[in-house]
């Protein structure tokens, strides 16, 4: 934790973030969304929620006076609470039924119902302080080995180790340690993005009725599958983590008072998962676009800018390829990429650098890391490129928008809804297409300026950060008015009110 946490202001709406990973101890689009809300709404009372690596990050971002506190949730390390021992005896045998059912859950479609009752049964040991110690036991490994080689079951034909099992077991327990967190009784309980972080508001939600609101940027299901096909696990340990995170981003649709997607693509995942149609609310990101004003002169040199965190969902290795086709017509063009690398990405980096050497253009691609000014990066490139093979509806690609900056995006998640025709849009690991876009548009320099001004027009009139906090402010006055906690101080204010009159 960080900081104490104040009462909530008598009469003020209290809303509980839940982050993973991001705010506020890391920078990315969906901190810089978190800071611009809260940031936007000094008559909201904030308090955090954050899924952390180790809890030992510092802050990233300065708190403003509304942000009463900040609860860390560390998924590695130490476990949380007090280390305490395993049940013995018969409750011991008690956890391990309920846990049987809850792996059955996520291995057996014919099973799944059990998995939101064993969940919260989980959560109470996680309160208690009992929940690693009993998944760290033997008992807990064997359980998972007996049950996954069940003739019945897929993963029974791939022969699953008891190595496999520990694997399994240990990914499991870290990925339950949002569990212990203290659920919000009272207010609104905001996951800012699916998976984990929504752990602690469903918590809440079974507990107390807190309303919950879940808000994705991007698909935190589908980016699972995705970055799990470069995991080094065993076929069976996969299987089972992503069961679970199907089966939690089921329950977070079918608990949700609402989902706000960032983008109406994602609209389709969610209404896919089980949210009806009628609690799903597009809210689009927004920009100040007086913060991102025209970006001014190009450079003269025949620039490609990219701007974001370096990681593999943003695919650099099929910008630098683009770029390697692109020098071929163009032997004085740059590639400039500005972003820092987060913790366990380094390899990648690394990776995306030998890529350039291997295709000679080492000379002209530049990593300049984080930059103290994000105009700077969007400035710096007479066209901005956006390579992910996932995003929301990001930042970045409006921000350079705003900026009137000529855009090269992948068609993915809602960058079509943002770009429009301000802007060329390209089938994601697709370098030639890619090449070709930024060619067209570093060829034409009356395109560039015309794409560049149609795309600050369409800022200012359809993402500003103005709509965006109202909508969610609305969002959570409306929701609440639902809350129990609110529904019960009423009366008691109302006769405080009367006795003063």
Same mark, same amino acid.
């Given at each position: ?11 003020? @709406? ?20 978190? +800071? %611009? ?5 000094? +008559? ?56 049987? #059912?809850? !792996? ?6 014919? %099973? ?23 998944? =760290? ?18 993963? &029974?034909? /791939? ?12 990914? *499991? ?47 935190? !299901? ?23 995170? #199907? !089966? ?41 676009? &007086? ?18 965190? @370096? +990681? ?6 099929? *910008? ?9 017509? *163009?032997?004085?063009?740059? !590639?400039? *990429? ?14 995306? %650098? ?80 890619? =090449? ?7 060829? +034409? ?8 001004? /149609? ?31 609110? =529904?019960?101080? =009423? ?11």
């Amino acid at each position: 934790m960080r900081g104490p946490l104040a009462e909530p202001t008598a009469g003020t @709406v209290s809303v509980t973030l839940l982050t993973e990973g991001t705010y506020p101890h890391g920078h990315g689009g969906v901190s810089v969304w978190c +800071d %611009q809300l809260v940031r936007g709404m000094p +008559d909201i009372d904030f308090r955090v929620i954050a899924v952390t690596g180790t809890g030992r990050e510092p802050l990233a971002w300065e708190l403003p006076a509304q942000v009463r506190g900040v609860d860390c949730l560390p998924l590695w390390g130490p476990p949380p609470a007090v280390r305490v021992r395993a049940p013995r005896g018969r409750a011991m045998r008690t956890f391990l039924a309920g846990y049987e #059912r809850f !792996l059955l859950a996520l291995l057996d479609p014919a %099973q799944e119902h059990a998995f939101a009752p064993e969940l919260y049964r989980l959560a109470e040991y996680a309160q208690r302080g009992t929940l690693s110690a009993a998944m =760290a036991s033997e008992s807990a490994a064997r359980a998972l080995a007996r049950i996954w080689t069940r003739p019945h079951l897929p993963t &029974a034909a /791939a022969r699953p180790t008891l190595h496999d099992a520990l694997t399994a077991t240990d990914l *499991l327990e870290h990925a339950l340690r949002p569990l212990a967190a203290r659920p919000p009784a009272e207010g609104v309980a905001h996951a800012v993005s699916g998976g984990l972080a929504a752990l602690p508001g469903l918590v809440a939600r079974e507990r107390y009725g807190t309303p919950f609101l879940l808000t994705e940027h991007g698909v935190y !299901l589908r980016e699972r599958y995705l970055g799990f096909r470069a995991e080094p696990y065993s076929w069976p340990v996969k299987s089972l983590l992503l069961g679970f995170f #199907r !089966l939690l981003a089921i329950e977070s649709y079918r608990r949700a008072a609402l989902v706000t997607p960032g983008n109406r693509y994602n609209r389709r995942w969610e209404e896919h998962g089980g949210t009806p149609p009628d609690r799903i609310r597009t809210v689009y990101n927004g920009v100040d676009p &007086a913060a991102f004003p025209p970006a001014g002169p190009e450079p003269g040199v025949p620039t490609l800018s990219w701007a974001g965190r @370096v +990681d593999p969902i943003k695919d650099l290795e099929t *910008l630098i390829r683009a770029f390697a086709l692109v020098r071929k017509e *163009l032997p004085d063009a740059r !590639l400039r *990429l500005f972003g820092g690398t987060p913790r366990g990405a380094e390899g990648y980096r690394d990776g995306c %650098q030998s890529l350039a050497v291997e295709l000679g253009v080492s000379d002209a691609v530049t990593f300049e890391g984080r930059v103290e000014d994000i105009r700077d990066a969007y400035a710096a490139g007479n066209v901005v490129m956006l390579s992910s093979i996932s995003e929301g509806f990001p930042f970045t690609l409006i921000e350079a928008m705003s900026c009137g900056r000529a855009t090269v995006s992948t068609d993915v998640g809602g960058v079509r809804e943002a770009v429009g025709d301000s802007g060329l849009v390209v089938p994601p690991r697709d370098p030639e297409r890619m =090449a070709r876009a930024a060619l067209t548009l570093l060829g +034409d320099p009356a395109l560039r300026a015309g794409m560049g001004e /149609a795309a600050r027009l369409r800022v200012i009139e359809q993402f500003t950060l103005r709509r965006t906090i109202s909508a969610f402010r609305e969002i959570y006055h409306e929701l609440d008015a639902t809350s129990p906690a609110t =529904a019960t101080a =009423a009366p008691e204010m109302a006769l405080v009110a009367g006795g003063t009159a």
